[in-house]
């Protein structure tokens, strides 16, 4: 496609339900990122792949926490036992081997 | 100390005035520096990128790197309404680190 495509655009979990969000990168884009972006705030970072390999996962928040990216396409990140703090827009950004990142619309997640 | 620090703001400049932006990191293996856009409610947007010391220009944009300082700027010259959102300044070494971001404000 286009762009960085991530579904769904908004998520309303229960606390303690899992869920999961999905990203489609730029065709060809080699590395992707997973960012968590709380309100007025910069958008941290997450874990990073280069195809499917995943590079760095330090900065997940805890073992809830699960990112994958089998074929070195889609990647999903997973979210178990959701709790109240983990609401906020998850961004996902890809890029080719050198240059700029491009971000997706990102998921708005509240956690009820 | 974060890794990349930016004064929150809000900057407010008049329309038509310079805006100057700063950012300062600290990890000194950084290679790739970028400024985005981010508009309340959207995702950010690449607007300037720069790689090596000394200035980059791109229409009203020119992005300041000074390794030595470890410092980067973003200069946005005859301001608009238009530009007013959040910038946002990444570092790359591998990982894309940002700030927080500066909001600028453009009075008409």
């Known amino acids: 496609g286009a762009g960085v495509s991530q579904s769904p655009r908004y998520k309303v979990a229960k606390r303690g339900q899992d869920v999961a969000l999905r990203c489609d990168p730029i065709s060809g884009h080699v590395s992707l990122f997973w960012y968590q972006q709380a309100l007025g705030q910069g958008p941290e970072f997450l874990t990073y792949f280069q195809n499917e390999a995943q590079l760095d996962k330090s900065g997940l928040p805890s073992d809830r926490f699960f990112a994958e990216r089998p074929e070195g396409s889609v990647s999903t990140l997973k979210i178990q036992r959701t709790q109240q703090e983990d609401s906020a827009v998850y961004l996902c950004?890809?890029?080719?081997?050198?240059?700029?990142?491009?971000f997706g619309s990102g998921t708005r997640l509240t956690v009820v | 100390q974060k890794e990349v620090e930016q004064n929150s703001g809000p900057l407010s400049v008049p329309e038509g005035a310079i805006a100057s932006l700063n950012c300062t990191y600290s990890d000194r293996g950084s290679q790739s520096f970028f400024w985005y856009r981010q508009y309340s409610g959207k995702s950010p947007e690449l607007i300037m990128s720069?790689?090596?010391?000394g200035d980059k220009e791109d229409g009203r944009f020119t992005a300041q790197l000074n390794k030595a300082s470890q410092y980067v700027s973003l200069l946005i010259r005859d301001s608009q309404p238009s530009d007013s959102a959040t910038y946002l300044c990444a570092v790359s070494g591998g990982k894309l680190i940002f700030g927080q971001g500066t909001t600028l404000q453009v009075k008409p």
């Open positions: 720069i790689y090596s010391n």
């Open positions: 950004a890809s890029s080719p081997r050198l240059g700029g990142y491009t």
